[in-house]
């Protein structure tokens, strides 16, 4: 059973609108979560990152929400932009780090269009 | 120069064949993983190492045996390849710091193997 699904395996925007992930989960034990970047041929990149104590973290154009009663999380990319175009991995952790697993889900292929 | 690395990038074997990946960092990190990434599976934990002395499997151990030769190096064996280990490899480091936001990991390059 998936702990952490990412139900669109793709998405297409066009370049400059607004890009929006999405990721559920069902272990309410996660408390830190994060979104990694994956070009291919290149290992994941990690983008940003959020714990359960926030509902939000914001990086330049990039911003995660937590939604902890709905158990979902999204990311948002602001302008999009042709680099921008990727594999997009959301993961998650429980035990305030000291368990050291990361659960991924199954990727959400983004193509940002000139 | 890349703070993890992996050897090899590719690597095309036959069935039955031992074969080892290798990975090292100089990142500092006391905590090293090994993943597999399948299409449309995402990526999934095979073995992972808190420091050198403590080795856990992950996910997806069965077929699989690692080594923590030093901090800096975590190799993952295939003791008797079989043509579904087939896959791309990621070894991945984090650092042991406690308390949140501790558990982000920094990926190698990968490594495409390929099992015939």
């Known amino acids: 059973d998936q702990q952490v699904k990412q139900n669109s395996p793709s998405l297409s925007v066009q370049e400059g609108r607004i890009s929006i992930l999405n990721c559920d989960y069902t272990n309410s034990m996660f408390d830190y979560f994060l979104w990694y970047k994956k070009y291919p041929a290149e290992g994941p990149t990690f983008l940003i990152s959020?714990?359960?104590?926030?509902d939000k973290n914001e990086d330049g154009r990039f911003t995660v929400f937590l939604n902890k009663s709905a158990k979902h999380l999204s990311l948002h990319i602001v302008p999009s932009q042709p680099g921008d175009s990727a594999v997009y991995f959301c993961?998650?952790?429980?035990?305030?780090?000291?368990?050291?697993?990361?659960?991924f889900g199954k990727g959400t292929k983004l193509s940002v269009k000139p | 120069d890349a703070d993890v690395t992996q050897t090899p990038r590719n690597r095309i074997t036959k069935t039955g064949k031992r074969i080892m990946l290798e990975c090292s960092q100089t990142k500092g990190h006391d905590r090293m993983y090994w993943y597999r990434q399948d299409p449309g599976l995402g990526l999934r934990l095979i073995y992972y190492s808190f420091d050198v002395k403590d080795i856990n499997k992950g996910e997806i151990s069965d077929g699989y045996s690692v080594s923590r030769q030093a901090q800096a190096k975590f190799s993952l064996s295939l003791e008797s390849a079989i043509p579904n280990q087939t896959a791309l490899y990621f070894c991945?480091?984090?650092?042991?710091?406690?308390?949140?936001?501790?558990?982000?990991?920094?990926f190698g390059p990968g490594t495409r193997l390929t099992v015939l």
């Open positions: 993961a998650a952790s429980a035990g305030g780090g000291s368990q050291g697993n990361l659960i």
């Open positions: 959020i714990s359960s104590i926030k």
């Open positions: 991945a480091t984090s650092d042991a710091a406690l308390g949140l936001d501790t558990d982000t990991q920094y």
